[in-house]
């Protein structure tokens, strides 16, 4: 493939396993350039694979041919994303400063490897935050990337870029695709032989209302939230305890295995003993009040009577204690539940 690709210019290409961005790649392949593709995962987002991070996108970049190299932003993230320049959109999604991160990881690949410009399968105004003609300037210009990034599906509603400019790309075969219907993509992705694509965008955790309200609760409460934290907001459900510590309730034997795993040496693990229930985390600072508020909850889901007392096992690295605990209101229960 390098002896094939030695004249073309490079560019890279932000690829998400999504039809657009798959679309995007198809395009400027059909222009002979050499394009180097990379997946960046953050700790909320599947992008719009639909299938998980580095899923999906492993086998369309094998489809489409071109080298992948994955990112990943972790730690950074959750510090940009306490206090986002551009502030949230509809849920606690921080788009434009994401897209800005997102673009400094293409901008410092593509000075790595010698490439003119970057690629994406934006599509102006499909997304309200980022895509909108003032985000995009944004986003462009705080990266440092003016002119260096190329929108294939969209380019004829935006400035002619450098790659446009030197003749590396030919404006004319570029698209004008605008807005959220997909039906222009569809047509294209048929004309193109593409066939397996994921139906529906939206893979971000953070666009999504109820996450979003656990994740604001996790960012509110805890100065420094880490990737464990964030792991735990993917399952199972939330109760804020007090201001310093909070309780999570498995929903089904895979969340409880989750649970478990992501249990820190100072969390305590609690579970009904002689019947059926979930595994709950408390974790933060609690006491014997919290333990015991914690112990009626889990009796709550769990398939002990709901007219007796109940014991619960609370753990500790391995140091097991056994107390009893009353069934919880429903009226409590919501008081306390994120
Ligand atoms: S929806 Fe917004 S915050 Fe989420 S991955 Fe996309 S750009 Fe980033």
Known sequence: MEEKNKEKPKAVALLSGGLDSTLAVKLMKEQNIDVKAIAIKTPFCDFDCGHGCGFKVKEVAEKLDVELKTFYLGDEYLEMLKNPKHGYGSGMNPCIDCREMMFNVAKDYMQEIDAKF???????????????????????????????????????????TEAEKTGLVKREQLLNIKGRTRKNQIELAKNLGITDYPNAAGGCLLTDPQFARKAKDLFKHIEKPTLNDTELLKVGRHFRMNNKSKLIVGRNKEENDVISSLALPDGLLLEVKDYTGPVALLYGNYDENVIQLASSIVHRYSDAPNDEECVVITNNNNNLKEIFASLITDEQLNSYRI
Do not use: Y
């Open 118 to 160: 970057i690629i994406t399968g934006e599509v102006l105004e499909q997304r309200p935050m980022s895509q909108n003609p003032r985000a995009l300037k944004i986003i462009e210009q705080e990266s440092g990337l003016e002119g260096k990034v190329l929108r294939p599906l969209s380019a004829k509603h935006l400035k002619e």
